[in-house]
């Protein structure tokens, strides 16, 4: 299991909270998923509507074993938008959506469990 995934893996170093503020961790919407057969690892290629202040944006997802193609639409996820975009292959990732391990090393989404609206941002 990679360190990251590994629920036993020490806590990070602290950090102020200051540094926490610099990531920027908003809600969407996913309007749309398609297969990405072109990825190392199974995912999916997203768009996921950020409201208007950050609009929407594209997101690669390695949560093909936990989600169904066809229940991410109208599904909120969190995710960091102020990172550089990113190149996954031909694909550009704008967004890192988050997610935790579940018990077989699997990204299952980090959501609220109510409706917010797109946009909000975590503190």
Known sequence: ???L???SAPAADAIGFEDFLKVDIRIGTILFAEEFPEA???SYRLQIDFGPTIGVKKSCAQIVANYPIDE???RQVAAVVNFPPRQIGPAMSEVLT???ADQAGEVVLFAPDVKVP???RLF
């Open 98 to 100: 988050l997610g935790f």
């Open 1 to 3: 299991m990679h360190l």
């Open 40 to 42: 190392r690892k199974p």
């Open 5 to 7: 995934h590994d629920p």
């Open 72 to 74: 991410l639409p109208g």
């Open 118 to 120: 797109e946009g909000s």
